[in-house]
């Protein structure tokens, strides 16, 4: 059974960009929710999409947007980018109807932001 | 003040020792609470998973949690090399979304042979 799939695993870019990355959950997940994840902060949430729905949002701000397709794929847009955008974006899965915790985290996407 | 705390190290230990690690955490609402462990340039994968207080083991690993004291613990027995990684907390609330979880800074872990 593959994993979460997350690309591109890398990326470089200068402020005022914008970067679009993609998610592709584990088959039969319709639950899936992006992370920044940082050294100083650790992880934080930053929104979960459910049947193509944006379920829940975190505190962070309208430069980070999100969407997800039929499929249950989903994307993750940030524009304008700044400094302190660098981090690892992780995507997680998760199967409907099951608040058990377990979700199934991609190796992410690392964005450096110079 | 964040609303789960952990401490992030690091922590080095020599194979076989038992290891502690804690969160302690705000929020009264949580009745959910895991231990994912993340290796170096991976994703985070779940260890443990808790409902509301008590003890779970699993092999070498026993999670606790004492919701009196908004604290939990992960402790990891005979513990190995490959044991090395970043340990973090996570909790959720009764009620919420499948994917909010709230999650500690994460403990880094080298245990040494």
């Known amino acids: ?114 | 003040q964040k609303e789960v705390e952990q401490d992030p190290g690091p922590l080095s230990v020599p194979e076989g020792a038992i290891v502690s690690l804690n969160c302690t955490y705000s929020n009264s609402a949580f009745q959910y609470f895991m231990w994912y462990r993340q290796y170096s340039r991976k994703g985070p994968e779940l260890l443990m998973y808790t409902y509301s207080s008590g003890n779970k083991e699993d092999g070498r690993f026993t999670a606790q949690v004492d919701k009196s004291s908004k604290y939990i613990s992960l402790f990891i027995r005979d513990s190995q090399p490959s044991d090395s990684a970043t340990y973090l907390c996570a909790m959720s609330a009764r009620g919420s979304t499948l994917g909010r979880l709230y999650f500690g800074r994460g403990t880094q872990l080298t245990v040494w042979p």
């Open chain 1, 1 to 114: 059974k593959a994993g979460v799939t997350q690309t591109p695993r890398y990326l470089i870019k200068t402020r005022g960009q914008q970067v679009t990355l993609s998610c592709s959950p584990i088959s039969g997940h319709r639950s899936v929710s992006w992370y920044q994840q940082t050294p100083g902060q650790g992880l934080q949430f930053l929104f979960e999409y459910f049947s193509e729905t944006q379920r829940n949002k975190g505190n962070f701000p309208g430069r980070f947007s999100g969407r997800q397709f039929s499929n249950s794929r989903s994307e993750m847009n940030v524009s304008t980018l700044e400094l302190g955008d660098s981090a690892l974006y992780l995507c997680a899965s998760s199967y409907q109807g099951a608040n058990t915790g377990e979700l199934f985290f991609g190796e992410g996407s690392r964005l450096t932001v110079l």
